[in-house]
Structure formats: C-alpha cells, structure tokens
C-alpha cells in the first residue's frame, strides 16, 4: 500500500476562518477520496478528489464549504471553509486501488 | 444509499477469548466488505476485507465471513491479545461507487489482560 502523510496533524481555529489540509501519497494513484469522522463517531465520506476535473461531492457536502483541489496524481488538498464548532472533526484522506483503500494519519480539527 | 449497521458499539473479553463484531448492509448492489482497525489518534488500518464471491477469508487470527443472502458479514478473532484492543468499523462498497465506502458505527473492542 502507498505511504499517505497529512499536513497539519492537528490545528485549533477560530470560528469564521478556514483551514486547508494537504495529503501526500508517496506513489501515483487514480483515486483520492476525503472523509469526516467526528468525536468518537464513524467515517463519512465528503467527496472523492479527481485528477484533472471537480471532486465529486455526496449528499450534505458543498464545494463552497469544502472546495478540493488535485493537481496531481500524488497530491490533494480539502479546505474547511468559514468554520463553526460544528466542524470540529477528524478529516482524513484515502486512497483506493482495486477496492482496497488506504487511510492517511487524519487532521484533528478543533473550532472555537 | 447504502446503510451499514453494526454492533455491538462495546464488546470487552478477556485475554485468549474470542471476539465476534457483526455488521448488515441494506444495498443488494454492495460486494466489496473492508474491515478496518482505528487505534487511538490514528487512520484507520485495513485488517481484512472480502468480496461478495467468497463466503470466507482467513488470515492468521482474523476471519471475515459473508452472507449475501441475509445482507450481513462478521470480524472473527480468535485468541484475542491486548493489542487486539481498538476500533473496528465495518463498510461496505457498491459496485457501481468504486471507492466510495460507506462505514458502520464501529465497535470498540477491549481485551483483558
């Protein structure tokens, strides 16, 4: 499996800023996808990140609150936009080969 | 969408006894099942996963079984060590979202020394 990094590991923000988080993959991948777990709940999926076009949001995710970027095949970035305590999560990123997806170490968000 | 229920949410045993987390998908168009394991202030860990043409998958200590028919598939681990002691989430992906998973609540799993 590809080693996946994520910058910054944790970050405190302040209410109405926004934060983007990088995702590093050590080899090139064809999917890239972002998820949301928050405290001590499961993992939601927010959108898969393509190279070369939008990501593809699911359903209660928007690109203004939670705009990707992939410029390529190793790299993607999630920004969390205009932030409330609500965001208040672990945002972590995957990538996924022949159905098998991998996980990165997640960014521990906190919003005051 | 595709619902994944999973239970129990606790399961506590003691050292050397076997532990046994369930899990039930709602879409019949589901046929690849990841189990993961999450250690605290760590991603989740890929431990065993099977698709939807085996009924069974062993690897050392870990089993994952499946049953099309009734929609469910269990983690199986046997002689359970300390370490064992985590967050275990199922999911469940469709053939037609490759990569798009859809997790269970998870369950968190204590071994007794």
């Known amino acids: 499996s590809a080693v996946i990094s994520q910058k910054p590991s944790r970050d405190i923000c302040q209410r109405g800023t926004s934060l983007t988080i990088q995702c590093q993959v050590d080899?090139?991948?064809?999917?890239m996808f972002w998820y949301r777990q928050q405290p001590g709940q499961s993992l939601t999926l927010i959108a898969t990140?393509?190279?070369?076009?939008?990501?593809?949001?699911e359903s209660g995710f928007v690109i203004d609150k939670f705009p990707i970027s992939r410029p390529n095949l190793t790299f993607s970035t999630l920004t969390v936009s205009n932030m409330s305590p609500e965001d208040s999560s672990i945002y972590l990123c995957?990538?996924?080969?022949?159905?098998?997806?991998?996980f990165g170490p997640g960014t521990r968000l906190t919003v005051l | 969408g595709e619902n994944v229920e999973q239970h129990p949410s606790t399961l506590s045993v003691q050292e050397g006894d076997s532990a046994v987390i369930k899990c039930t998908y709602s879409?019949?168009?589901?046929?690849?099942f990841p189990w993961y394991k999450q250690e605290l202030g760590k991603g989740p860990q890929l431990i065993i996963d099977?698709?939807?043409?085996?009924g069974e998958k062993k690897d050392q200590r870990i089993a994952v079984t499946l049953n099309k028919t009734a929609k469910h598939f269990s983690l199986h681990i046997t002689e359970t060590q300390p370490e064992d002691s985590a967050v275990y989430f199922c999911?469940?992906?469709?053939?037609?979202?490759?990569?798009?998973?859809?997790f269970g609540r998870g369950t968190q799993l204590t071994v007794w020394p």
């Open positions: 995957s990538e996924g080969a022949d159905n098998e997806q991998f």
């Open positions: 080899s090139q991948v064809t999917m």
């Open positions: 990140a393509n190279q070369g076009s939008e990501a593809t949001y």
């Open positions: 879409d019949s168009a589901s046929n690849y």
């Open positions: 099977i698709r939807s043409n085996v």
């Open positions: 999911a469940a992906e469709r053939g037609s979202t490759l990569g798009r998973l859809y």
